[in-house]
């Protein structure tokens, strides 16, 4: 594999990095150290504030992400733009927008916020959507969306991308591959089993962020082409595992068997994390707070990884731990459709409403058949050491119509199959109380689909 | 002071705000470094509570690029960052009182190599066990003290009515986005210049000093603006910058630290949780006439401003409301969590959650509605106007701002539609609430009540403006840049800004207690003042008039007949030929201030700020989930110095003090570690949790009774307690008295929970 010296685009121009620089040291770092570019900023390096919101370019299409979580090495072949390419010579009319408006107060997360609205003008959708990965403590937001709502597309496009060639680039103790074949991202992973997969690197990137670990090997899947894409078809989705989430979301939105999970994929993270994340490292980390495993367990997922076809169940063991084979790598995830008339349903327990990480999620697919459950599959997540199936619960539900009180009476055999934790996102006894009230939900959605079935729905 | 304003009073938008948006506004980390600076890590304790027993620095120091490894034993001057009381160490000696308290530093090349040594140090420690919680502490820091009226036994033995309650509340994180930072460059004989993201440059000055055992005149601290402060960047802001001090004192070269967030958040302070137990004795109308109070603050392993703290709570125990007889008793109890600090509202937001508790138990016992009750209760009016400790409310703005956010909510028509929605929903319910605040303005401490401010005027007729206050994003150079053009008539643009510095304004009050432009404003008046009066002087004698027939328009200075005018400018340079002085310094002291704080008496505000609002939430009584639907603020601004400023404030407040009782806790494991450290597990409010009906607005054409800087009013941190609007809501929609805040969603399906089981 050739090994290169890392390159991008950054503000429009081409930048070569020096041999030898680490490509694990984050973006943010090297754009405030290196590059001097000190308009983005550091608030939180953990992904959760956007304080260090740049943009990458790609035709015409904006992905906003957290320069604290990306590696150097993943943004090699990328068209970056930051705060200050946004605004070189006079003020970008989002920035005159913002400021007009009363947009800012200390003004620490503003460029963040910037770049987020500058992705929107083009992206669309729910302002708060756009906004949910980044935080303000001073203005209350309010000039901030008043501030959005006068905002307009700007028109510009970015240079074509050069496809991705394989890479390799090294640094003292370090080297870092960059795949584009799946045989390949194989053979790296059976010659280099201590070496660390990196998906989107939403969660490994905590590891170089905040624990400035430097790891020897990395292997980077995100442009590994059979690892991208969505495919659809009758029988339901087939996701590449590194595809980011935002493009699954995209998918569920425009496909109405699927559509009732995307209000549910739109908090996983923020878009952000979305642009980044995906499906194949949530799978692969098996954190037992995986927003999207709950999905793939109540549909009956299947797992194609380069060597067989597993369902999902069979590949989460336990906390942070996976089925995977030494030289075994997670290329993509079946999901199949419900059946028609089913109750699919996706429900995400947490303090906040948006980028927050769910203390009790649930996704159940129930399907009828002359007026009673003919099957029911329902997956929480939060409620154990792994996402996992409420088999009682089920059952219970399962041969008769779903009434208040069936509904009440399944969601009292949740305590005989879960033991939840209690932390900080909420004691084991809430965590069971709720989830049992999430359950009666479905027995809301189904039975009166003409009310509010949960508080975001309804109007002021 | 009435006469028209024509630039203080304009809606003008905050003087940096579009290098914010160009991200051209350099904040402390983005300013370039001095060649040769060293960047410092933080090694903190591991446990609550322990002794340590050793700490062995060679991990570290083998590590390439590490400079230093610097604990309690190579402090120079006194091991002491108190900013009030003596004896609150910089780095632990002996004893572990809180976990992450900072025990020693790493200083190295590189930052990246600073944390990774800090994180290799070895620390030997004797765990003990830890006080946690309120029930378990036995020591007060500061207090009890009690605030008496009357005689509270009796005339609750006589009530008609009693009624007794308790909760809690917990603390808060303040979440500024920029976090702790300093940079230490040391000068020539020892001298120490500090560019800290401080509220209070001055005590920085002191606690560098004292660590350093130097004069403060060799320390000079300086803040161009902070990336949020709100109360944590006081005492807090000073002992990160004695430790940069430090790390530059030992190594002879500029030392930059830079606290992680986790770091941050588990070593500095946060506002301070409080528990409440009260009796209240009521006639069957629900007129208070007897109360009896205790509340406590968990001050923290350390006294840090728990005494303010604790003053402004027990002065805003009673809130807008009259209460005869009385005794309410508040302190600060020591535990081993992170000492509390201020934290804007400091006390008072907490002091005031008291009377609603009374109220909607009143409310509840005697079946008439809260909003009546609350009215009833109201200082003024045909009750007494006197606070409990002695001063006057003004009874005829408390209705007034109550009966306008209740008539901006429509009310009656909302309380309508809930009854209707809730009749009907199965799971959801909706519910209303309100609250009304009257915040006392000035530091509760009178000395700290002055200010000062300098101002030069260039031969160009452009001017620079230095004062003591401070920026943390809350407008304020801008308004007092508006004071300052206003007294001389010229452009804003004309006026430049000078980042705060304790070498141009000395012995400062820290940018707090929401008085920043009070003070400073009055301060900057008095500068520009002087120098407009000798300028007119001059031009009174080019001109042929007296110096009062002289005007000051529009960018010209005028003489009484048409053709005599001269541009601002030129007569700046006039002056300058003719020798007389363009500079100027200017003080203010707010008149007329008294505190007793062993009796609870006094005159400690100069005046009150004035509040209301109304809030509705939709809960599920299925999760414990909740949103808030609408929100309709009325806030006092006397008359506003700036109301696209003032707004601002407003809005952000009462999100902030709304995250304080809902989404954002606090939560410590059973060994008192904190784990709630950064925004992945502490929830601030987001930009969807802002109500989707958010009207917030100044009550107009209210001039301060009292003298104030063109008769404005403060607005920092009155509107914080608005957000208790929110909490009263919950209570409502949950059919419960009692919710313990922040209202989780386990807190709101517990109440759920209680309330159904009483149905």
């Known amino acids: 594999m050739q090994e290169t ?89 989002v920035a005159e927008a913002l400021a007009a408006a009363d947009g800012t107060q200390c003004g620490f997360c503003t460029p ?101 670990e430097v790891p020897g090997c990395v292997i980077a899947l995100s442009r590994v082409a059979e690892l991208r894409g969505i495919a659809r078809d009758a029988a339901g989705l087939r996701i590449g595992a590194a595809e980011p989430f935002e493009t699954l979301l995209a998918a569920c939105r425009t496909d109405p068997d699927f559509a009732p999970l995307a209000p549910y994929l739109a908090r996983l993270g923020s878009r952000q994390i979305r642009a980044m994340g995906s499906l194949g490292g949530n799978l692969g980390t098996a954190s037992p707070i995986g927003d999207a495993l709950p999905i793939l367990l109540a549909l009956d997922a299947e797992v194609e990884t380069s060597a067989r076809r597993l369902p999902v169940a069979e590949l989460l063991i336990d906390y942070r731990r996976t089925a995977l084979g030494p030289d075994e790598i997670i290329a993509a995830i079946r999901l199949p459709r419900p059946a028609p008339g089913a109750l699919l349903a996706a429900e995400k327990l947490s303090r906040r409403y948006d980028q927050d990480i769910s203390a009790v999620s649930m996704v159940a697919c129930l399907d009828f058949a002359e007026g009673v459950v003919a099957r029911a599959r329902i997956a929480f997540g939060g409620m154990a050491a792994t996402a996992r199936r409420a088999r009682r619960v089920e059952a219970a539900l399962t041969g008769r119509p779903l009434t208040r009180e069936a509904a009440r009476t399944a969601a009292a055999l949740l305590s005989e199959e879960f033991t939840p934790l209690t932390d900080w996102r909420g004691s084991a006894s809430w965590r069971l109380a709720a989830a049992g009230g999430l359950i009666e939900r479905l027995w809301l959605r189904h039975a009166h689909p003409e009310l509010p079935a949960e508080v975001m729905e309804v109007s002021a | 002071m009435n006469a028209p304003l024509r630039i203080a009073g304009s809606a003008l938008r905050h003087d940096s705000a579009l290098r914010h948006c160009t991200g051209e506004a350099r904040f402390l980390d983005d300013m370039p470094e001095p060649s040769g600076t060293l960047h410092a890590a933080l090694i903190t304790a591991p446990v609550a509570h322990g002794l340590l027993v050793a700490l062995d620095p060679a991990p570290a120091l083998a590590m390439p690029g590490v400079v230093a490894v610097l604990s309690a034993a190579d402090i120079p001057g006194q091991n002491d960052i108190a900013p009030i009381g003596r004896g609150e160490v910089l780095f632990v000696e002996r004893e572990i009182q809180h976990y992450g308290q900072a025990v020693g530093l790493v200083v190295a090349e590189t930052r990246d190599t600073a944390l990774r040594a800090a994180a290799a140090v070895r620390l030997e420690v004797e765990e003990l066990p830890p006080v946690l919680s ?36 917990g603390g808060q994180e303040h979440f500024y986005l920029e976090g702790q930072i300093a940079l230490a460059i040391p000068g020539e004989g020892g001298e120490m210049l500090i560019h800290s993201s401080t509220q209070h440059p001055t005590e920085g000055q002191h606690i560098v000093a004292r660590v350093l055992g130097l004069d403060y005149t060799q320390v000079q601290v300086q803040c161009r603006r902070m990336g ?269 800004l000078a980042a705060t510095h304790t070498g141009e304004v000395p012995n400062t009050s820290p940018t707090a207690a929401s008085t920043g432009s009070d003070l400073n404003g009055w301060a900057a008046f008095q500068a520009a003042q002087a120098i407009r009066e000798r300028m007119a002087g001059v031009a009174a004698s080019l001109f042929g008039c007296r110096p009062e027939e002289v005007r000051f328009e529009d960018g010209l200075v005028l003489g009484p007949s048409g053709n005599q005018r001269l541009t601002f400018g030129e007569l700046a340079k006039t002056c300058w030929m003719r020798r007389v002085s363009l500079s100027a310094t200017g003080f203010y002291a707010t008149p007329d201030l008294e505190w007793d704080m062993q009796a609870v008496r006094g005159r400690p505000f100069f005046y009150f700020s004035y509040g209301a609002a109304v809030a509705e939430v939709v809960i599920d009584t299925l999760t414990g989930e909740h949103r808030v639907l609408s929100a309709h603020l009325v806030q006092d601004c006397g008359r506003s110095l700036n109301p696209a400023i003032d707004r601002g404030q407003i809005e952000g407040a009462f999100i902030q003090g709304m995250g304080w009782l809902t989404t954002e806790e606090l939560w410590w494991d059973s060994r008192g570690r904190l784990r709630t450290l950064g925004p992945s597990t502490y929830k601030i409010p987001g930009s969807r949790d802002v109500p989707p009906v958010f009207a917030a607005r100044i009550l107009e054409a209210t001039p301060n009774r009292a003298n104030t800087i063109f008769r404005s009013k403060a607005v920092g941190e009155p509107p914080l307690l608005l957000a208790a609007a929110v909490w009263n809501a919950l209570k409502d929609a949950a059919g419960v008295s009692r919710l313990d805040a922040p209202v989780s969603p386990e807190r709101l399906l517990d109440a759920c929970q209680r309330a159904h089981a009483k149905r």
Request: hydrophobic share 40%; glycine share 12%; proline share 5%.
């Open chain 1, 5 to 93: 010296r890392i390159a991008f685009t950054l503000n429009g121009q081409p930048r070569l990095l020096p041999a030898g620089t680490s490509p694990t040291r984050t973006l943010l770092d090297w754009l405030r150290e290196e590059a001097r570019l000190t308009g983005t900023k550091e608030g939180c390096a953990e992904g959760d504030c956007g304080a260090c919101t740049v943009v990458l370019e790609e035709g015409s299409r904006r992905r906003p992400i957290n320069a604290c979580l990306a590696t150097l090495g993943q943004m090699h072949g990328l068209c970056i733009r930051t705060v200050e390419g946004l605004n070189a010579g006079r003020p970008h009319p």
């Open chain 1, 112 to 212: 963040g916020i910037v770049m987020a609205a500058w992705a929107w003008t083009r992206e669309g959708g729910d302002p708060h959507e756009a906004l949910a990965g980044n935080l303000c403590r001073c203005t209350g937001y309010r000039p901030i969306l008043a501030a959005m709502s006068a905002m307009r597309d700007d028109g510009a496009t970015a240079p074509p991308a050069a496809p991705h060639q394989s890479s390799r680039f090294t640094a003292a103790g370090q080297v870092f591959y960059l795949p584009a074949s799946l045989a390949e991202a194989v053979a790296l992973k059976r010659a280099h089993p201590e070496a660390w997969l990196l998906a989107g690197g939403t969660d490994l990137g905590l590891r170089f962020s905040e624990g400035r």
């Open chain 2, 134 to 169: 309120l029930d378990e502490a036995r020591e007060w820091l500061v207090g009890p003290f009690t605030m008496r009226q009357g005689d509270a036994d009796a005339a609750l033995a006589r009530a008609a009515l009693t009624a007794q309650g308790g909760f809690e509340v």
């Open chain 2, 228 to 496: 949020g402060a709100f109360g944590g960047k006081e005492s807090n802001a000073s002992w990160v910058a004695a430790a940069a001090a430090l790390a530059a004192r030992a190594t002879g070269r500029p030392v930059k630290l830079r606290l992680p967030r986790k770091t941050d958040m588990a070593a500095t302070g946060k506002r301070h949780p409080f528990r409440y137990r009260w009796r209240a004795g009521f006639t069957p109308e629900g007129r208070i006439t007897a109360l009896i109070a205790e509340l406590i603050a968990d001050g923290g392993h350390s006294l840090d401003m728990s005494g303010g703290v604790v003053m402004r709570a027990i002065t805003h125990a009673l809130n807008c409301y009259a209460v005869a007889d009385l005794r309410v008793t508040c302190g600060a109890k020591r535990t081993h969590h992170v000492s509390n600090t201020a934290f804007r509202g400091f006390g008072g937001p907490q002091g005031a959650l008291l009377m609603e508790d009374v109220l909607a138990h009143v409310a509840r016992a005697t079946g008439r509605d809260i909003e009546t009750v609350r009215a009833l209760n109201f200082a003024g009016g045909p009750n007494p106007s006197q606070t409990p400790y002695g001063q006057e409310l003004e009874g005829e703005l408390i209705r007034r701002v109550h009966a306008e956010a209740l008539a901006d909510s429509g009310w009656a028509r909302r309380r309508a539609e809930i009854a209707a929605f809730n009749a009907t929903h199965p799971t959801l319910r909706r519910g209303l609430g309100c609250f009304v605040a009257a915040f006392g303005i000035s530091f509760g401490i009178p000395h700290l009540n002055q200010a000062g401010a300098l101002v030069h005027v260039y031969t160009d007729g452009s001017v620079r403006l230095a004062h003591g206050g401070t920026e943390m994003g809350q407008g304020l150079f801008i308004k007092v840049a508006q004071v300052v053009a206003e007294v001389f008539q010229i452009p804003i643009e004309k006026i430049g």
